[in-house]
């Protein structure tokens, strides 16, 4: 999502402007607060009069690049100009062997044959901690090989569904009882299951079902075979809003640091309620989706984060069919580091695309 004026503006700027411009953003990206022209003329590498830089700051105001937060304030670059600076000055490098290697070998902490969430939990810790942000990780639900389901009444219309996967894994899902179930219809839909319908994944589970109903029908009555539809036929089903996916989010302490006033507080507020809807997983998937590598979203840029004014930098990461069955990235403030943060990113997204086809 490139700021598509940030050519004719680049040449518009002559050395002194990019300068001064440079060291706004640079700045603010830094310490969040706004630069002056004094001490801006003290760290440029010409000689200016705080009288000159004030009037390139004048320009680049006029240009929309930055604004003054306050009266006779410094200057902080608008959205605007941290886009331009994204794409006309950023310089993302790559990453040295050492820092691999500590990616590496913090995504890969947990221990082998644990569930794949404990690695994706590891990925976004990883990222929390090289950011001033929070690290996402989002994947669609897998389907795990079943090895045993159990019905756990919780109260006489409820009860608990209990699927262990072949690596341990163990998914929970509460499911509405039809009426009249019995603790012995319970136990024997369970039966049922663990007789004939483990070794399988969800789907297989589904369609299997399907086949077998009039099997079913002769060795269950009528509401230990209605059990076992709503506790797993409907299990994986989407119900029409798309794959469940599931979101793993760390650092959100990081984004409490700097906050000024009931605003930022409100802004943060959005940001979590944002990230809680079903709908923005599937928004932050499409995003990854939707160009190639690591890409920066800035404030109102998209949507999703359009009220909460933050910033996402994400990517996206396949299986060994290349189809993108998630994305990796780190949500934060404006002033994220965007220069180190991405080449982390990408990197991160290429390990967990290695990791998911040849699991721990």
Same mark, same amino acid.
């Given at each position: 999502?490139?700021?598509?004026?940030?050519?004719?503006?680049?040449?518009?700027?002559?050395?002194?402007?990019?300068?001064?411009?440079?060291?706004?953003?640079?700045?603010?990206?830094?310490?969040?607060?706004?630069?002056?022209?004094?001490?801006?003329?003290?760290?440029?590498?010409?000689?200016?009069?705080?009288?000159?830089?004030?009037?390139?700051?004048?320009?680049?105001?006029?240009?929309?690049?930055?604004?003054?937060?306050?009266?006779?304030?410094?200057?902080?670059?608008?959205?605007?100009?941290?886009?331009?600076?994204?794409?006309?000055?950023?310089?993302?490098?790559?990453?040295?062997?050492?820092?691999?290697?500590?990616?590496?070998?913090?995504?890969?902490?947990?221990?082998?044959?644990?569930?794949?969430?404990?690695?994706?939990?590891?990925?976004?810790?990883?990222?929390?901690?090289?950011?001033?942000?929070?690290?996402?990780?989002?994947?669609?639900?897998?389907?795990?090989?079943?090895?045993?389901?159990?019905?756990?009444?919780?109260?006489?219309?409820?009860?608990?569904?209990?699927?262990?996967?072949?690596?341990?894994?163990?998914?929970?899902?509460?499911?509405?009882?039809?009426?009249?179930?019995?603790?012995?219809?319970?136990?024997?839909?369970?039966?049922?299951?663990?007789?004939?319908?483990?070794?399988?994944?969800?789907?297989?589970?589904?369609?299997?079902?399907?086949?077998?109903?009039?099997?079913?029908?002769?060795?269950?009555?009528?509401?230990?075979? #209605? !059990?076992?539809?709503? /506790?797993?036929? +409907?299990?994986?089903?989407?119900?029409? =809003?798309? *794959?469940?996916?599931? $979101?793993?989010?760390?650092?959100?302490?990081?984004?409490?640091?700097?906050?000024?006033?009931?605003?930022?507080?409100?802004?943060?507020?959005?940001?979590?309620?944002?990230?809680?809807?079903?709908?923005?997983?599937?928004?932050?998937? #499409? !995003?990854?989706?939707? /160009?190639?590598? +690591?890409?920066?979203?800035?404030?109102? =840029?998209? *949507?999703?984060?359009? $009220?909460?004014?933050?910033?996402?930098?994400?990517?996206?990461?396949?299986?060994?069919?290349?189809?993108?069955?998630?994305?990796?990235?780190?949500?934060?403030?404006?002033?994220?580091?965007?220069?180190?943060?991405?080449?982390?990113? #990408?990197?991160?997204?290429?390990?967990?695309?290695?990791?998911?086809?040849?699991?721990?």
């Amino acid at each position: 999502m490139a700021f598509s004026a940030s050519t004719a503006t680049e040449s518009i700027l002559d050395d002194r402007s990019r300068e001064i411009f440079r060291r706004i953003v640079e700045s603010y990206l830094e310490n969040g607060e706004p630069l002056g022209s004094r001490n801006l003329s003290r760290l440029l590498p010409m000689s200016l009069s705080p009288a000159s830089v004030r009037n390139v700051m004048s320009d680049l105001e006029e240009l929309g690049l930055i604004y003054s937060p306050h009266i006779s304030a410094g200057r902080l670059p608008t959205q605007t100009g941290l886009r331009f600076f994204v794409d006309a000055f950023m310089q993302v490098g790559d990453l040295s062997p050492e820092e691999r290697a500590n990616i590496d070998r913090e995504v890969r902490a947990s221990d082998r044959g644990q569930p794949i969430e404990s690695m994706l939990t590891e990925a976004s810790r990883m990222l929390s901690g090289v950011s001033r942000g929070a690290g996402i990780v989002i994947t669609s639900k897998s389907d795990p090989v079943l090895k045993h389901v159990e019905f756990i009444r919780l109260e006489p219309t409820k009860a608990l569904a209990i699927l262990v996967g072949e690596h341990n894994q163990v998914e929970n899902r509460v499911i509405d009882l039809p009426s009249g179930v019995t603790s012995s219809q319970l136990t024997e839909a369970a039966n049922y299951v663990n007789a004939h319908l483990t070794g399988q994944t969800l789907p297989g589970l589904r369609s299997q079902i399907t086949s077998l109903k009039e099997q079913v029908k002769g060795e269950l009555d009528a509401l230990s075979q #209605d !059990l076992v539809a709503r /506790g797993l036929a +409907v299990w994986s089903g989407d119900n029409g =809003e798309g *794959k469940p996916a599931q $979101l793993i989010v760390r650092g959100r302490a990081n984004l409490l640091q700097g906050l000024e006033g009931a605003d930022d507080m409100d802004r943060l507020r959005l940001l979590f309620d944002d990230l809680e809807k079903k709908d923005s997983l599937i928004e932050i998937l #499409d !995003l990854a989706e939707s /160009g190639p590598g +690591v890409r920066i979203f800035i404030g109102s =840029e998209n *949507k999703l984060f359009s $009220l909460s004014g933050s910033s996402l930098i994400v990517a996206p990461y396949r299986d060994g069919e290349d189809r993108i069955v998630g994305a990796v990235g780190v949500i934060g403030p404006t002033r994220l580091n965007y220069s180190r943060i991405v080449p982390m990113v #990408d990197y991160t997204a290429q390990l967990l695309a290695r990791m998911s086809r040849n699991p721990l």
